[in-house]
T-cell receptor, first 116, second 116 residues
Framework: AQSVAQPEDQVNVAEGNPLTVKCTYS??????LFWYVQYPNRGLQFLLK??????LVKGSYGFEAEFNKSQTSFHLKKPSALVSDSALYFC??????????????FGSGTRLQVQP | EAGVTQFPSHSVIEKGQTVTLRCDPI?????LYWYRRVMGKEIKFLLH????????ESGMPNNRFLAERTGGTYSTLKVQPAELEDSGVYFC??????????????FGNGTRLTVT
């Protein structure tokens, strides 16, 4: 079984400050990890993914995430937050070894609020 | 390219009625997924089509839900009869052929279903 935990319902940060949105996961094998963002009344948009290779992955809009296998975490980060980054962020995982299950498992989402 | 489109965007029905949601994936995408987000909780997997075949329907909550994908193109999700707990946002997503689980999903804007 695979699962994702996003421990914070909401993260508040001032514009220009660094931001972190936390995610931890659980899979039996090796993980494929994703971050998606949802703006109001829109579908989820892909931000970045980790499949293999460098633990630090860079994605859209200046976001990056760090894969930490020992801590089973994949936290989303950005050095300098923008007001326009305010949205709902979802972490998702798929177990690479589970060939019968292609679907992603999502977390409950974290609302990011960036104050001007 | 046109994105994933879902219809209707909103639906309000009474308990016991029937509702059919439609999803048009990105042209050429063999993989089609249905997900649901209920009352601000995690986005839960419902089922996965590869072309017209159901690859994984382990997330379907009960036999009141019926999904089809005619000719491997668009998909419908029918809820009959609807219950109050079926309220939520239903998302459709697609990805291209040969997806080994590492390809990002492309999401529609969702259908917000309210059962009264």
């Amino acid at each position: 079984a695979q699962s994702v935990a996003q421990p914070e319902d909401q993260v508040n940060v001032a514009e220009g400050n660094p931001l972190t949105v936390k995610c931890t996961y659980s899979v039996s094998g090796n993980p494929y990890l994703f971050w998606y963002v949802q703006y109001p009344n829109r579908g989820l948009q892909f931000l970045l993914k980790y499949i293999t290779g460098d633990n630090l992955v860079k994605g859209s809009y200046g976001f990056e995430a760090e894969f930490n296998k020992s801590q089973t975490s994949f936290h989303l980060k950005k050095p300098s937050a923008l007001v326009s980054d305010s949205a709902l962020y979802f972490c998702a995982v798929r177990d690479f070894m589970d060939t019968g299950r292609r679907a992603l498992t999502f977390g409950s989402g974290t609302r990011l609020q960036v104050q001007p | 390219e046109a994105g994933v489109t879902q219809f209707p965007s909103h639906s309000v029905i009474e308990k016991g009625q029937t509702v059919t949601l439609r999803c048009d994936p990105i042209s050429g995408h063999d993989n089609l997924y249905w997900y649901r987000r209920v009352m601000g909780k995690e986005i839960k997997f419902l089922l996965h089509f590869v072309k017209e075949s159901k690859q994984d329907e382990s997330g379907m909550p009960n036999n009141r839900f019926l999904a089809e994908r005619t000719g491997g193109t668009y998909s419908t999700l029918k809820v009959q009869p609807a219950e109050l707990e079926d309220s939520g946002v239903y998302f459709c997503a697609s990805s291209h052929k040969g997806d080994r689980g590492g390809s990002p999903l492309h999401f529609g804007n969702g259908t917000r279903l309210t059962v009264t």
